[in-house]
């Protein structure tokens, strides 16, 4: 997850899939492969690894890379940022994998290495592959060297490993732990050195190890295990030399009632331990080590939409914990959420819901890493008739560093809707109902006798007579003078958030959206919208679904939480409706899409990769870019900063193709925001135009026509020299004269100065 400055808020969005394979359910079943090494709970035949980083300072997260594992098949390392496997090994389909892939890359002898280990089921327990491969700087593998492939057995079923600082590995397995020394060696193999038998009660519910001091100075892990309703958090002193290990001190969760078994927990290293118990309830408390472990600050809270669903949580600060789950809606709704829960404030941050294609049950899972600084890889299992389909997707994540107040205001529409399921409360909303203003409340009562279908066809009129009748009562309570603009009405949330309900219902299937233009345009215009506001976050596809264009370009440019994906999907409704004259042009549509703020990158570009696939498409976004590069850069010259019309049609054609597509007079975005996205462009679909040789003559027009630019404006440089001498001096003369406005400006500045006070008495 991002750590982002302290001001921005956390922000969640839809994830974007890396990777789908199914397999059997009867396969599946049989499976002991763990879907991730922090929850082996979860078994599949895929699963999620981890890649790390050996700095001095400890134990860091590969920025960039994930790999997983498909039983029999394949270990992919792959990079989420262009979703493209960057490196693959190849299994026997005998091999059966018994432990998710750990990938390390570290300095060995001055050189850059990255060691991939991987547990197969062996005859007398645990194969464990090793393949080490040397990189350039860079992080690409040199191909001159070539990769080490080595084996080593060791007794026992391996479940998961972990590396530590000094670069040894912990190998767990269901009722011990084995310490195993670096560089792993054929005679470490052959023994048990640093094997410490049923000293954890290592279970299925066995989550988090993290780095750790003993009081003695030593280093140590805190691991987790424990039973089925209650967790037990050890300090372990590892001794490399010996090489053994020892529990220094223990401190066990309360046990609950066999209803509320451990569906998932996570630890963060500044002491905070979230549970999440399959009754729904949220438990957060903190642990400190001084010579002893002890449990502090045990808070709960019950989230009602979280019973008896598969779910996972991360905690990606000590403040900010995700949430992964796979819950039932109404009617059996198909999805899977995540939302970030503030375990300080107990409130819902932010938030996202996406599909399934199909109904989670008993036999549906989810599981999850941290992946990067920016997102999080995540892998579903969910049933197709007879088959299993394992889902692989990166959630890009945003968080501060750590909570903030203002983050929580106006969060409790989205809070209620965990925390009290997905009916909620009549009383809660009509406490609700009774802190608005009596203006505001008689406004919605006035509502609610209207039928359904006539509060969204009248909510103009009354919006519209409401909002005068509250300017005109602010005119005369502060005393605004007539020539002066009206005061504008303060709406607060819980209002804005009803008369959005009615301005903008939920599309009824087999019939046309309603909607209240002028209401929503208003709201868009104050920005008073985010997309929370509206169950499922469904305030983009609803406006998206009116087809009203002029409601989508007020939408791009004032609700600040919008996804990028409904960005682009946006986008790309213009680019399919090219034939027809009442939609606007692509190039309209793009500059409201490149209007500030900027979107994140990493993510606009996983967002063009899934909804934008069409190579005309693609050549009609670079033509576009083209076109206003040209002309910005042409515009300090002619003061014309439109883009130029093709024909006048309206029509152009790409360079060395057939391909049409409509202009119009549009005002070029800035050129920062348009060379980004050009970046954006070429990078994610660089691989694909590759590939078709049809586009690559327009291509070269586009080299051609940019270095000819490039060169001319060098040429250009060579007048800025002279001319810039003439600037100067007129900028001296300028200075030798006195503004008078900024005299007279000064003087009565100095008249309002205050004198400084003196004392004075009185004698009588």
Same mark, same amino acid.
């Given at each position: 997850?991002?750590?982002?400055?302290?001001s921005?808020?956390?922000l969640?969005?839809?994830?974007?899939q890396?990777?789908?394979?199914?397999h059997l359910?009867?396969d599946?079943?049989?499976?002991?492969?763990c879907?991730?090494?922090i929850?082996?709970?979860?078994?599949?035949?895929?699963?999620?690894?981890?890649v790390?980083?050996?700095?001095?300072?400890g134990?860091?997260?590969?920025?960039?890379?994930?790999v997983?594992?498909?039983?029999?098949?394949?270990?992919?390392?792959?990079?989420v940022?262009?979703?493209?496997?960057?490196?693959?090994?190849?299994?026997a389909?005998?091999d059966?994998?018994?432990? *998710?892939?750990?990938?390390?890359?570290?300095?060995?002898?001055?050189?850059?290495?990255? %060691?991939?280990?991987?547990a197969l089921?062996?005859?007398?327990?645990?194969?464990?592959?090793?393949?080490?491969?040397?990189?350039?700087?860079s992080?690409?593998?040199?191909?001159?060297?070539?990769?080490e492939?080595?084996?080593?057995?060791?007794?026992?079923?391996?479940?998961?490993?972990?590396?530590?600082?000094?670069?040894n590995l912990?190998?767990?397995?269901s009722?011990?732990?084995m310490?195993?020394?670096?560089?792993?060696s054929?005679?470490?193999?052959?023994?048990e050195?640093?094997?410490?038998h049923?000293a954890?009660?290592?279970?299925?519910?066995?989550? &988090?190890?993290?780095?750790?001091?003993?009081?003695?100075?030593?280093?140590?892990?805190?691991?987790l295990?424990?039973?089925?309703?209650?967790?037990?958090? =050890?300090?372990?002193?590892i001794?490399? +030399?010996?090489?053994?290990?020892?529990?220094?001190?223990?401190?066990?969760?309360?046990?609950l009632?066999?209803?509320?078994?451990?569906?998932?927990?996570?630890?963060?290293?500044?002491g +905070?331990?979230?549970?999440?118990?399959?009754?729904g309830?949220?438990?957060?408390?903190?642990?400190?080590?001084?010579?002893?472990?002890?449990?502090?600050?045990?808070?709960?809270?019950t989230?009602?939409?979280?019973?008896?669903? /598969?779910?996972?949580?991360l905690?990606l600060?000590?403040s900010? !914990? #995700?949430?992964?789950a796979l819950p %039932?809606?109404?009617?059996?709704?198909?999805r899977?959420?995540?939302?970030?829960?503030?375990?300080?404030?107990?409130?819902?941050?932010a938030?996202?819901?996406?599909?399934?294609?199909?109904?989670p049950t008993?036999d549906?899972?989810?599981?999850?890493?941290?992946?990067?600084?920016?997102?999080?890889?995540i892998?579903?299992d969910?049933?197709?008739?007879?088959?299993?389909?394992?889902?692989?997707?990166?959630?890009?994540i945003s &968080?501060p560093?750590?909570?903030?107040?203002?983050?929580?205001?106006?969060?409790? /529409?989205?809070?209620?809707a965990?925390?009290?399921?997905? =009916?909620?409360?009549?009383?809660?909303?009509?406490a609700?109902?009774?802190?608005?203003?009596?203006?505001?409340?008689?406004?919605?009562?006035q509502?609610?006798?209207?039928? /359904?279908?006539?509060? +969204?066809?009248?909510l103009d009129k009354?919006?519209?007579?409401?909002?005068?009748?509250? =300017?005109?009562?602010?005119?005369?309570?502060?005393?605004?003078?007539?020539?002066?603009?009206? *005061?504008? *009405?303060? #709406?607060?949330?819980?209002?804005?958030?009803?008369?959005?309900?009615?301005?903008?219902?939920?599309?009824?299937?087999?019939?046309?959206?309603?909607?209240?233009p002028?209401?929503?345009?208003?709201?868009?215009?104050?920005?008073? !919208?985010t997309t929370? !506001?509206?169950?499922?976050n469904?305030?983009a596809?609803?406006i998206?679904?009116?087809?009203?264009?002029?409601?989508?370009y007020?939408?791009l440019?004032?609700?600040?939480?919008?996804?990028?994906?409904?960005a682009?999907?946006?986008?790309?409704?213009?680019?399919?409706?090219?034939?027809n004259?009442?939609?606007?042009?692509?190039?309209?549509?793009?500059?409201?899409?490149?209007a /500030? *703020?900027?979107?994140?990158?990493?993510?606009?570009?996983?967002?063009?990769?899934?909804?934008?696939?069409?190579?005309?498409?693609?050549?009609?976004l670079?033509?576009?870019?083209?076109?206003?590069?040209?002309?910005?850069?042409?515009a300090p010259?002619?003061?014309d900063?439109?883009?130029?019309?093709?024909?006048?049609?309206?029509?152009?054609t790409?360079?060395?193709? =057939?391909?049409?597509?409509?202009?119009?007079?549009?005002?070029?975005?800035?050129?920062q925001?348009?060379?980004?996205?050009?970046?954006?462009?070429?990078? +994610?679909f660089?691989?694909q135009?590759?590939?078709?040789?049809?586009?690559?003559?327009?291509?070269?027009?586009?080299t051609?026509?940019?270095?000819?630019?490039?060169s001319?404006?060098?040429?250009?440089?060579?007048?800025q020299?002279?001319?810039?001498?003439?600037?100067?001096?007129?900028?001296g003369?300028?200075?030798?004269?006195?503004?008078?406005?900024?005299?007279?400006?000064?003087?009565?500045?100095?008249?309002?100065l205050?004198?400084?006070?003196?004392?004075?008495?009185?004698?009588?």
């Amino acid at each position: 997850m991002a750590i982002s400055a302290f001001s921005a808020a956390p922000l969640v969005q839809t994830p974007i899939q890396l990777a789908v394979h199914s397999h059997l359910k009867e396969d599946s079943r049989q499976s002991n492969l763990c879907s991730t090494r922090i929850c082996t709970k979860s078994r599949s035949l895929v699963a999620l690894g981890n890649v790390v980083r050996l700095r001095s300072s400890g134990v860091r997260r590969r920025q960039g890379l994930v790999v997983h594992v498909e039983q029999g098949s394949t270990v992919v390392l792959m990079d989420v940022n262009t979703q493209t496997p960057i490196h693959t090994y190849t299994l026997a389909p005998s091999d059966h994998v018994c432990a *998710p892939p750990l990938v390390v890359e570290g300095r060995q002898n001055g050189s850059l290495f990255r %060691t991939t280990y991987l547990a197969l089921t062996a005859t007398r327990g645990t194969c464990l592959c090793v393949w080490n491969e040397q990189l350039d700087p860079s992080g690409r593998v040199i191909a001159a060297h070539q990769t080490e492939k080595r084996k080593f057995e060791y007794a026992g079923n391996i479940q998961a490993l972990f590396v530590l600082r000094s670069g040894n590995l912990l190998a767990f397995e269901s009722d011990a732990v084995m310490l195993l020394k670096n560089p792993l060696s054929d005679q470490d193999a052959g023994s048990e050195l640093g094997k410490v038998h049923g000293a954890f009660h290592l279970r299925y519910d066995t989550h &988090v190890l993290e780095a750790a001091k003993s009081p003695s100075g030593q280093d140590a892990i805190l691991l987790l295990s424990g039973a089925k309703t209650n967790l037990e958090i =050890s300090l372990v002193e590892i001794h490399d +030399t010996a090489p053994c290990l020892r529990t220094v001190s223990s401190v066990a969760s309360a046990s609950l009632s066999n209803d509320h078994e451990v569906t998932s927990a996570a630890f963060h290293p500044d002491g +905070t331990l979230t549970i999440l118990y399959s009754s729904g309830q949220l438990s957060t408390m903190q642990i400190e080590w001084d010579g002893e472990l002890q449990m502090n600050d045990h808070r709960t809270t019950t989230l009602v939409s979280l019973r008896n669903v /598969p779910a996972q949580v991360l905690l990606l600060s000590a403040s900010h !914990l #995700l949430v992964m789950a796979l819950p %039932t809606g109404d009617k059996g709704k198909e999805r899977a959420a995540a939302l970030v829960w503030d375990v300080d404030l107990e409130t819902v941050l932010a938030q996202v819901e996406w599909s399934l294609g199909t109904t989670p049950t008993n036999d549906s899972s989810i599981s999850a890493v941290c992946a990067s600084d920016a997102y999080v890889s995540i892998l579903i299992d969910t049933p197709h008739s007879n088959l299993i389909r394992s889902s692989v997707l990166a959630l890009p994540i945003s &968080v501060p560093t750590h909570g903030l107040l203002v983050h929580a205001l106006h969060a409790a /529409p989205q809070t209620d809707a965990w925390v009290h399921g997905v =009916s909620k409360d009549h009383s809660n909303h009509d406490a609700k109902q009774a802190l608005l203003p009596a203006p505001h409340k008689a406004f919605l009562s006035q509502m609610e006798q209207l039928a /359904p279908a006539q509060r +969204t066809s009248e909510l103009d009129k009354h919006f519209s007579s409401f909002l005068q009748q509250e =300017s005109q009562r602010l005119r005369a309570a502060e005393q605004v003078k007539a020539s002066r603009k009206a *005061p504008k *009405p303060a #709406l607060p949330l819980a209002f804005v958030q009803q008369v959005l309900m009615y301005a903008l219902p939920a599309i009824e299937k087999g019939q046309q959206p309603t909607y209240a233009p002028h209401t929503l345009r208003y709201m868009l215009e104050r920005q008073l !919208l985010t997309t929370s !506001l509206l169950p499922g976050n469904a305030l983009a596809t609803r406006i998206r679904a009116t087809q009203d264009w002029s409601l989508m370009y007020l939408m791009l440019r004032h609700v600040p939480d919008l996804a990028e994906s409904h960005a682009i999907i946006t986008l790309s409704d213009a680019l399919n409706q090219q034939e027809n004259s009442t939609a606007p042009t692509v190039a309209r549509v793009l500059q409201h899409v490149l209007a /500030p *703020p900027p979107f994140s990158k990493p993510v606009l570009r996983m967002a063009l990769r899934t909804h934008i696939s069409d190579n005309a498409h693609i050549l009609i976004l670079l033509d576009i870019v083209i076109s206003w590069i040209r002309t910005v850069l042409h515009a300090p010259l002619t003061d014309d900063v439109k883009q130029e019309v093709g024909s006048s049609q309206g029509l152009r054609t790409i360079p060395t193709t =057939s391909i049409n597509y409509r202009t119009s007079d549009v005002r070029a975005p800035a050129i920062q925001a348009v060379v980004s996205f050009g970046e954006d462009l070429l990078d +994610t679909f660089f691989p694909q135009l590759l590939t078709d040789s049809a586009t690559h003559a327009a291509l070269a027009e586009y080299t051609r026509a940019l270095s000819q630019y490039t060169s001319e404006l060098q040429i250009i440089t060579k007048l800025q020299t002279p001319l810039a001498t003439f600037q100067q001096t007129d900028k001296g003369k300028n200075n030798l004269k006195p503004d008078p406005k900024s005299k007279r400006l000064a003087l009565h500045e100095a008249s309002l100065l205050v004198p400084l006070y003196s004392r004075e008495s009185l004698e009588i």
